[in-house]
């Protein structure tokens, strides 16, 4: 009944195929005006699971009571010195405060004057009473430079210090050697170098952490753009290079957080996205042609499919309006369905043409033919679709509502428009076109088919080992859902996050507990105590502790550098470089003494280092003509002492501590750390590296025995994989259910809906065992690609059970037939479309691209390899 239908449909739009081709044309014109000025981009992910989910709530509150922590850019600022980190994160944050129209905010952590002023009262007391210590061993040194902070004083302050040393003064000058090698070494090559003079003061080498430096921006987002905060990365970007922060000055600055991952990420997915869609369309048409050997059915279909493309889009535009980063996958199942229709019916059209019958009569008869079938086909697939819109994962539940009324729209666009299409030029059979219906290829397949199918027993034993094998894999299967293992590592905001990620104390991924003012407290304190939590940090630990007995240190600290550090110690501009380079020469002379006398082997080592050093310098400023030499003097010395002034005035403002309460700290500190109500925000920091999942899970149910409302990237990172697994597990019951009843109540027999399940049962369990022996764990990106397997699956179990029915004393040249070839080709070209994807550096697309190439060909391969054995000779009974 459904065949007649369709085929008298066929029968009326061919007889009418002008109209029917200028009035597709022209709705296909109009719905892609109103789709181009109507349809949005929404990319904003946090929208792509349900808002109703209790977690989800929680963090949507948080996120309410705490907006300043989404949406931004992390400014990454690392140098070769902490003083030249703090420079450079000063400077480029006072430029990014003036560009209001691209940022909300500017936040610079511990930049402020409060902290400049502050900062020793945050060292423990044992710290600080180091500080003062190693202070009192430099201070006779240190009060000489301060005098005259020039090469010279600095000099004449180091050859004071080699002398109390060899008169058994305990006084490291490793550190200071080093620098004078170093400084030395980058003059000699015209490089850049920087002595820290905090580290010589603090008489310890910074820790990597210690010369990095954060800026927090806010960007101005628009979230129906594609890349996201483009103009304000690019902003930071030129005002870094505008300011000279870069390698070739000691300075490293790096972009991450949300918006410079999303950016990236789109950028990474996009790469060389028209070249490999024109060379996808390309390869597609190659085997179209191949498939068709028609240059009429191979336009004719290219053509179909676009404008179903354009009638699903107009859809999605009333439909939903804003298409999410999941529900832009419409499109891609659009392709590997929708072209299946137009294979089928030109194939089968085709073959009847050439064996004689009339355009008019072969285009009937086709439609009969497959038109049921693609009936069917549809409404399972649909359903199969519509199974995911009750789900709580809302990127796949928009999805499945566009992509199952996309299937609707393909059926209608196959069996009126490409008819109409292919009536205006209808196939001439040639001797050469008839020829080619006898494949030798699919004569062999059809005969090894036949002799499988005589000895099916031991080929049963076989499958049946692979299935049981398959079976016992699939509890190997995971999920991963950590979304930076879907990006490109070498993407500078992905090996940023992963850098970042690797320190203990300075992971992207914390926790996020909010308490009340009464309660903050004892909830940080109990978190700290948990054997997974490095640290807890909420706004109480700004109130330094054991403040009196730090003061009275820093008191004594003061009083030992007395009015030293007001001293004018600004370099004599009248030296000349002769006497500089008299003070090199005095320099030498006074490092060949000090390598003479008994040494520590490490002081030694370092001293003979810094001696080599500067008389392979001397020699090269003597050849120097004077001009030259005076240039190289002059950023010698920037490169000894440029950093010292500033660090001078840093440890005379922090000797002039006062205590602290929580009304002094800067409200710029507070608002960050304090809501609008009152509400503390605790910042759970991880032991471990939880870029690991099982890592980030323990990590967030042991914080959970705790603060059961805990919140925060890493929960929501946890509850989304979850959500997303138990969406695809229920959709996917649902789809099965559906498929199963209403197979069964279009082809009313329970043993051919089980045929046309059957492969694509056995597909499944094969392909999620390739999954575990490919390492292909499933994800974010690649678990859209079930759809599509669920689709051809039965698209393609439907065609051949139909066509067995249909035509059962044609059983033996199954693999020869027109439906055989048309589920190859289908499947062909849906490799060809996206198997490219297998090889794109974005990683979430590659193993959506592997995944698809491993379940597809063996989705043709158990349709076509494993469903006709089960079929018996002769009246298509099956076994």
């Known amino acids: 009944m459904t065949g007649r239908i369709v085929s008298w449909w066929v029968a009326f739009v061919c007889a009418h195929a002008w109209q029917t081709v200028i009035l597709s044309l022209l709705l296909t014109a109009v719905l892609f005006n109103y789709t181009t000025h109507h349809i949005g981009i929404n990319t904003d992910a946090s929208k792509m699971i349900s808002e109703k989910l209790p977690w989800r709530q929680t963090y949507i509150s948080y996120k309410e009571k705490f907006p300043q922590f989404f949406g931004e850019i992390a400014i990454v600022i690392e140098g070769a010195t902490p003083e030249l980190a703090d420079g450079a994160a000063r400077v480029l944050a006072e430029r990014l405060r003036g560009e209001t129209t691209l940022f909300k905010s500017v936040y610079l952590p511990g930049g402020s004057e409060f902290f400049r002023r502050s900062g020793l009262l945050y060292l423990n007391a044992h710290e600080l009473a180091d500080f003062s210590d190693h202070l009192a061993v430099v201070q006779p040194f240190l009060g000489r430079l301060m005098a005259d902070q020039s090469l010279d004083g600095f000099f004449s302050m180091l050859t004071s210090a080699m002398e109390a040393v060899e008169e058994g003064e305990d006084f490291a000058l490793k550190p200071i050697m080093d620098g004078i090698t170093g400084a030395a070494a980058a003059s000699l090559e015209g490089s850049f170098y920087r ?27 628009d979230f129906a753009e594609l890349f996201q905060g483009e103009a304000a990365l690019v902003k930071i970007r030129a005002l870094a290079d505008e300011l000279g922060l870069d390698r070739a000055h000691g300075v490293r600055v790096r972009l991450t957080g949300s918006v410079a991952l999303a950016n990236e990420e789109f950028k990474s997915v996009s790469k060389g996205a028209g070249i490999a869609s024109i060379l996808a369309l390309l390869a597609v048409c190659v085997i179209l042609f191949v498939a068709l050997r028609s240059l009429t059915l191979l336009i004719s279909s290219v053509l179909t499919l676009i404008a179903g493309i354009i009638a699903t889009a107009a859809f999605a535009a009333v439909a939903v309006g804003s298409l999410n980063m999941i529900s832009m996958a419409f499109a891609v199942l659009y392709i590997g369905l929708g072209i299946d229709y137009a294979i089928h019916l030109c194939l089968r059209y085709r073959e009847l043409a050439l064996r004689g019958h009339s355009h008019e009569e072969a285009m009937k008869k086709a439609a009969g033919d497959v038109g049921a079938s693609l009936v069917i086909c549809t409404i399972t697939t649909a359903a199969g679709f519509y199974s995911f819109i009750p789900t709580a994962y809302s990127g796949v539940s928009e999805l499945g509502l566009i992509s199952g009324t996309g299937i609707f729209i393909s059926l209608v666009v196959s069996l009126t428009f490409l008819p109409a299409l292919i009536s205006l030029r209808p196939i001439r059979p040639s001797q050469r076109a008839v020829a080619a219906l006898t494949s030798p290829f699919a004569g062999a397949a059809d005969r090894v088919m036949a002799r499988l199918r005589k000895n099916r027993a031991p080929v049963f034993v076989v499958l049946a080992v692979m299935g049981g094998i398959g079976l016992v894999l699939l509890g190997w299967v995971s999920f991963d859902s950590n979304p930076m293992n879907l990006r490109d590592s070498s993407m500078e905001s992905v090996a940023t996050f992963n850098d970042l990620m690797r320190e203990a104390g300075s992971s992207p991924l914390t926790i996020m507990v909010v308490k009340d003012k009464d309660s903050a407290a004892s909830s940080a304190l109990a978190l700290k105590r948990l054997d997974l939590v490095d640290k807890a940090v909420s706004i109480e630990d700004f109130i330094p502790k054991d403040q009196d007995e730090k003061l009275d240190i820093i008191e004594e600290v003061s009083l030992l550098m007395g009015p030293d550090l007001e001293m004018d110690g600004t370099a004599d501009g009248k030296k000349t470089p002769e006497s500089r380079m008299e003070t090199i020469r005095a320099l030498l002379r006074g490092l060949r003494a000090f390598v003479a006398t008994p040494l520590d082997p490490d002081e030694k080592a370092a001293a003979e280092s810094a001696l080599r050093a500067m008389s392979s310098l001397k020699t090269k400023l ?25 660090r001078l005035k840093t440890l005379r403002t922090s000797l002039e501590a006062e205590p602290v309460s929580f009304a002094d700290l800067p409200p710029e500190l507070v608002s960050h750390w304090v809501g609008s109500g009152g509400e503390r925000v605790i910042k759970v920091f991880p032991k471990k590296n939880i870029s690991d999942p099982r890592n980030l899970t323990d990590f967030v149910e042991e914080v959970r025995t705790v603060e059961p409302q805990a919140t925060g990237l890493p929960v929501v990172i946890m509850e989304s994989g979850k959500t997303v697994v138990r969406a695809f597990r229920q959709a996917f019951t649902y789809a099965l259910v559906f498929i199963i009843i209403i197979l069964l109540f279009l082809l009313r027999d329970v043993k051919y809906t089980a045929l046309v399940l059957a492969p694509l049962i056995y597909a499944g369990i094969l392909t999620g065992a390739a999954t575990v022996l490919l390492h292909i764990p499933f994800n974010f990106a690649n678990i859209i690609a079930l759809p599509l397997f669920l689709g051809i699956g039965v698209d393609n179990g439907i065609h051949v059970v139909h066509r067995v029915r249909s035509a059962p004393d044609e059983i033996e040249g199954l693999l020869g037939s027109s439906t055989s070839r048309a589920v190859l080709y289908s499947a062909l070209t849906t490799l060809v479309s996206f198997g490219g994807l297998a090889f794109s550096s974005h990683r979430g697309m590659a193993s959506m691209g592997q995944l698809l190439m491993v379940g597809i060909a063996l989705t043709v391969v158990s349709t076509l390899g494993v469903l006709p054995l089960l079929f018996s000779r002769g009246k298509g009974k099956e076994s």
């Open 195 to 221: 002595l820290s003079w905090q580290e010589l003061m603090l008489g310890e080498k910074s820790t990597l952490a210690g010369k990095r430096r954060f800026i927090v921006v806010q960007p101005r987002l």
């Open 622 to 646: 003597a050849a120097m003509r004077p001009a030259a030499r005076a240039e190289a003097l002059g950023e010698f010395e920037k490169s000894l002492l440029a950093s010292l002034p500033e």
